[in-house]
């Protein structure tokens, strides 16, 4: 959402006007999620993408319509027959894009919501074009869709869910916190590590945290605050960070926390958690041993299987083999 964001105060900085695609709905194999946008100013620049360079062109002419004044509208792609190669998806895949061109006013205030780091919804009537933005807090319908972290129709209106990336947090400045971070970078996440041991939690050997905190583990999750878009991973191996950790993560909203550490040292860990006044039912919520199976061996494989699972979690998956999955491949976005 930033990027876009800033793309989008740089174009009303100069005076430009600005349409914005977006995906609204997507059938089998479709190029990209619900949510993808394409930004078009006046001038001719773009940024973003709705399929990945299948339509852009024909969504461009759409744009620039948009700009001179024709009204917002919803286009349909697809393959129907042999000449939807001419302006189609070649995946086989099908998708509904939404061209409109919002209010000045409406962007302004999604410049102030992005740079605060909230959430959002933008709601879109596909009837008439009418757009609102509804910040977190302000609607309970809202708030339940930005917690679904899911954009989508709902009857005549699209609501496109925004907000800052998903955030990982690690407590236990140890090699897999680095590892596990570095492949977070790679899907666009913030990435926390904190430790008490200051020796251990250093930028140099944490490079692509975003953020290293020298804190208690009660300390940092209160600066954290964990919410309904955060991983929570703990690495420490030893109860006078493990237990403090697990126990504030699991009164926070995070959306997964987990564990590592053998079976035998999550039996152990359940116990003194217990004996340390979490609930049991609270306790299922741990990842312990976290990660999916995957045969992980070394540092880097770890750290895959760990954030396989923290993506799968955030999508209601299991995170099993596709080819004996019956859902969707592509989450809905």
């Known amino acids: 959402m930033r990027e876009l964001v800033d793309e989008l105060a740089r174009a009303r900085a100069r005076g ?80 509904d894009v939404l061209v409109s061109a919002p209010d000045p006013q409406l962007l302004a205030r999604l410049e102030d919501v992005a740079r605060d780091g909230r959430h959002a919804v933008l709601f879109t009537n596909l009837e008439n074009g009418e757009q609102r933005l509804v910040v977190e807090g302000e609607d309970a319908g809202a708030d339940e869709l930005i917690r679904g972290a899911r954009s989508q129709v709902v009857g005549s209106t699209f609501a496109d869910v925004l ?31 904190a430790d008490a041991r200051a020796k251990f939690a250093t930028k140099e050997r944490l490079p692509s945290a975003d953020e290293v905190l020298v804190e208690w583990p009660e300390e940092a999750l209160a600066r954290v605050a964990p919410d309904h878009a955060t991983a929570v991973v703990v690495l420490t191996h030893d109860d006078k960070f493990d237990v403090p950790a697990l126990r504030a993560a699991l009164r926070s909203e995070a959306f997964y926390v987990g564990a590592l550490g053998s079976r035998r040292n999550q039996e152990r860990r359940r116990e003194r958690l217990l004996e340390a006044g979490v609930a049991e039912e609270a306790l299922d919520r741990i990842h312990g041993p976290a990660g999916l199976d995957l045969g992980a061996a070394t540092t880097g494989e770890t750290a895959l ?17 596709l080819r004996e999955s019956r859902q969707r491949i592509h989450a809905e976005v």
């Not at 969504?59 to 302006?87: K, M, P, T």
């Not at 998903?166 to 680095?178: C, I, K, Q, S, W």
């Open 16 to 95: 430009d006007g600005v349409a914005l695609a977006t995906v609204i709905a997507t059938r089998r194999s479709a190029p990209r999620p619900i949510g993808s946008k394409l930004l078009v100013t006046r001038s001719g620049e773009l940024y973003g993408s709705v399929s990945g360079g299948c339509v852009e062109a024909d969504v461009y002419e759409a744009c620039q319509g948009v700009l001179a004044g024709d009204g917002s509208r919803v286009l349909s792609y697809g393959i129907s027959d042999d000449e939807a190669f001419e302006v189609g998806l070649p995946c086989g895949g099908e998708i």
């Open 163 to 193: 907000g800052p990336p998903p955030r990982l947090f690690v407590y236990g400045a140890v090699d897999t916190a680095e590892a596990v971070c570095k492949a977070a970078k790679g899907l666009g996440w913030r990435t926390i590590v």
């Open 305 to 321: 299987s760990i954030l396989a699972e923290i993506v799968a979690t955030r999508f209601g998956r299991t995170g099993g083999a």
